[in-house]
């Protein structure tokens, strides 16, 4: 497992911007899949983003597109999420998360990830 520490959460308004950090532990990032899921309060953890080893391949929720881009430098051990223009909708804790293969790439679950981090609240106000 990997250990993964987020950062960059906070109090922004609405059609703002803030970039998430996810940091990991170990030399062996780059061989994990990458993920950013989000929970508000009352809902279930949901899917957000991903990345593939290399973030040669993308993927992202209907909610995020167009709006949040994923990105990670292996060199850093780090992923990124870029999210523009938020909306109040967008108020959630969000996680990173480490996976070592999906089921599928096109329906990714929480199952398909071991490790997670502890989180980061981002607040929109409107």
């Known amino acids: 497992q990997v250990q993964l520490v987020e950062s960059g959460g906070g109090l922004v308004q609405a059609g703002g911007s803030l970039r998430l950090s996810c940091a990991a532990s170990?030399?062996?990032?780059?061989?994990?899949?990458m993920g950013w899921f989000r929970q508000a309060p009352g809902k279930e953890r949901e899917f957000v983003s991903l990345s593939s080893l290399s973030d040669t391949s993308t993927m992202y929720a209907d909610s995020v597109k167009g709006r949040f881009t994923i990105s990670r430098d292996n060199t850093k051990n780090t992923v990124y999420l870029q999210m523009n223009s938020l909306k109040p909708e967008d108020t959630a804790v969000y996680y990173c998360a480490a996976s070592g293969g999906l089921r599928s790439w096109y329906s990714p679950t929480l199952q398909d990830f071991t490790s997670w981090g502890q989180g980061t609240q981002v607040t929109v106000s409107s």
């Open positions: 170990k030399r062996s990032f780059s061989t994990y899949i």
